[in-house]
């Protein structure tokens, strides 16, 4: 049992590039989430799907976009990265929507330059 | 939106003596309340939550109390050890749709 992974764990982009952060959970679990953590700021959730075929907006989705390709997959997609974006970007999922554990990936470290 | 105060920011403790770090919140309507720690490098992993209906919940060196008129909630490690030392992050629920509003994080580091 894995648990929650994510790839890749370390990615450096030029402004303006695009990539794809990936996450998979083998839990069965229904609900997943996309974080980003910065210095001093906790974390801070960018997206979520409480089930598969559905997403929303957390509290700073601006600039990225996210697939829930099935009810393991969950994608986060920087269409054209910013300094601003430099980040570790946590994965996470849940056994149920609400007040449920959540188990976090590894993380990816992003530095865009 | 619900807005999660944590203090402090950093705490350093003697081994074995106890640690406690405090959260407040702004809505009233939230009712789940984890708290996770997170290791250098590591992922962050739940240690302990508690709901609205529970005013306290331990499980070994750690508890974790909720008072619900005040809006604050506070995490208490007793007797800590070095593994100990990490981030601690609270964090209240912000609807029954899982998503969570977590603080900043407090830095404990307990020295031998």
């Known amino acids: 049992n894995a648990g929650v992974t994510q790839t890749p764990k370390f990615q450096v982009l030029k402004t303006g590039q695009s990539m794809t952060l990936q996450c998979a959970q083998d839990?069965?679990?229904?609900?997943m989430y996309w974080y980003r953590q910065d210095p001093g700021m906790g974390l801070r959730l960018i997206y979520y799907s409480a089930s598969e075929g559905t997403t929303d907006k957390g509290e700073v989705p601006n600039g990225y976009n996210v697939s829930r390709l099935n009810k393991r997959e969950f994608s986060l997609r920087l269409e054209s990265a910013a300094p601003s974006q430099t980040s570790v970007y946590f994965c996470?999922?849940?056994?149920?929507?609400?007040?449920?554990?959540?188990?976090f990936g590894p993380g990816t470290r992003l530095l865009v330059l | 939106g619900e807005n999660v105060e944590q203090h402090p920011s950093t705490l350093s403790v003697q081994e074995g003596d106890s640690a406690v770090i405090k959260c407040t919140y702004s809505d009233s309507a939230s009712n789940y309340f984890p708290w996770y720690k997170q290791e250098l490098g590591k992922r962050p992993q739940l240690i302990i939550d508690i709901r609205s209906n529970v005013g306290e919940k331990k499980d070994q060196r750690i508890a974790v109390t909720l008072n619900k008129t005040a809006k604050h909630f506070s995490l208490h490690i007793t007797e800590t050890q070095p593994e100990d030392s990490a981030v601690y992050f609270c964090?209240?629920?912000?609807?029954?749709?899982?998503?969570?509003?977590f603080g900043a994080g407090t830095q404990v580091v307990v020295t031998p």
């Open positions: 996470a999922s849940s056994e149920l929507q609400g007040e449920e554990t959540q188990y």
């Open positions: 839990m069965n679990h229904n609900s």
């Open positions: 964090a209240a629920s912000v609807d029954s749709w899982g998503k969570l509003q």
